[in-house]
């Protein structure tokens, strides 16, 4: 790859703490030739409102669109609560997954044997876990038409939203949860409520279809998404990649999460099409987390998140797979040395700080890479 392009968007509260620990994590990685990378920042969310009026300027939106990936920290916090709903904090974050089109919404739940205790589930259940939700982003429910509160009349109100979902947005959806699967275990468990809906219906078929077309090496499962709910908390190591729809996805991709401990640990990535012509896609990487204002500025965020949001911008935006996975086992190294940032801290633990955590994982990197 000839150059690889970054936007740095670390955003409000601890987004400029954690997305500090990526920047140190880029000077290594250029330090030891691992890899460079042709850097922007930008200003996003409450900041850009103080400097701006807007959550995010057309400058920054046209550096996004010429970057390879987008790098997202956090926005929001209570000083902008108050400002108009069109420039809110999060209105540049939607405006971005918009305008970039990002249809997939990838969110690995993984569980290090370290922080297997500090899950709600049995140290059996999760131990080990490394799982992928994959949730179609922008269509469905939340966005159909109509979708509308109508006064009857007659003392009721009746409110209506749509699913809607056309062959083409499954076909893509599906393709991106066969394409992780190769990469992976090699299974994709497709989910819907084809038992009582239309969507789930033409969802079951048109995944049916990509499937038995492109990716027939690749093994199939569906499932109803009340029953996958249910398989997730039961035995979630049964699961590779998920695949389903903006509305279950969301809730299952919540309900993963939760099997892997805090919120600090979890990355996400969110990818658009494929360009003909470049080869490239648009994409945006960001932790799970918002901007927890009520420890920005101490010193004290998990920075785990971040950087791990930044391994999957490695693996699908740079393709460099050994890189990420050498992050991860940076990652996992360092947690089964007993550091801990406070908010996975455990008995018996090093308390350490966002840099401290920082600098452990490129340290820990830098040995695994020699
Ligand atoms: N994508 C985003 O930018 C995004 C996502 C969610 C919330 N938000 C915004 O963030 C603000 C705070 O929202 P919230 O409190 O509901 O969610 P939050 O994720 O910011 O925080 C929830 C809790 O988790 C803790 N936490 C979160 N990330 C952590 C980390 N890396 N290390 C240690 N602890 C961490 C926080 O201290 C807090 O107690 C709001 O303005 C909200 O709108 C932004």
Not at 9 to 23: H, K, N, R
Not at 206 to 211: A, L, M, R
Not at 223 to 234: P, S
Request: net charge negative.
């Amino acid at each position: 790859m000839a150059t690889r392009k970054l936007l740095l968007l670390p955003g409000d509260g601890i987004g400029p703490e954690v997305m500090a620990e990526v920047s140190r994590l880029l000077g290594f990685l250029a330090k030891s030739g691992i890899a460079s990378f042709e850097i922007e920042e930008g200003l996003v969310g409450g900041g850009c409102y103080d400097a701006h009026k807007v959550s995010i300027t057309e400058e920054t939106m046209a550096k996004a669109h010429a970057a390879d990936a987008v790098i997202f920290g956090a926005v929001g916090g209570p000083k902008w609560d108050d400002v108009p709903y069109d420039v809110r904090p999060e209105a540049g974050l939607l405006r971005l997954r918009k305008d970039l089109g990002l249809f997939a919404n990838i969110r690995p739940a993984i569980c290090y044997p370290a922080l297997a205790e500090s899950s709600s589930l049995k140290r059996e259940v999760v131990e080990g876990l490394d799982i992928i939700i994959l949730r179609e982003l922008t269509g469905g429910v939340y966005f159909g038409e109509p979708k509308t509160i109508t006064d009857l009349g007659n003392g009721q109100k009746r409110a209506v939203d749509t699913q809607v979902y056309d062959t083409y947005e499954i076909e893509r959806i599906a393709r991106v949860g066969f394409e992780l699967a190769r990469r992976r275990r090699n299974k994709v468990t497709s989910m819907e409520k084809r038992n009582v809906m239309k969507t789930g219906v033409l969802w079951r078929e048109v995944v049916t279809d990509v499937h038995a077309r492109e990716y027939k090496d690749v093994e199939l499962e569906h499932m109803l998404a009340d029953a996958g709910g249910m398989q997730i908390v039961r035995w979630p190591k049964q699961f590779d990649v998920i695949v389903t729809d903006n509305l279950f996805g969301d809730m299952l991709s919540d309900i993963a999460a939760m099997l892997t401990g805090s919120l600090g640990m979890l990355p996400s990535a969110s990818l658009g099409e494929v360009d003909a012509k470049t080869k490239r896609r648009k994409a945006l990487y960001e932790p799970v987390h918002g901007s927890a204002p009520d420890i920005a500025g101490k010193g004290i965020a998990n920075p785990i998140a971040m950087l791990a949001s930044f391994g999957m911008a490695l693996r699908y935006s740079f393709n460099m797979g050994k890189e990420a996975d050498l992050l991860d086992a940076a990652i996992a190294a360092v947690l089964a040395k007993g550091l801990r940032t406070a908010d996975i801290k455990s008995d018996g633990a090093k308390i350490v700080s966002t840099s401290e955590m920082g600098e452990a994982v490129v340290g820990e990197l830098e040995r695994l890479s020699v």
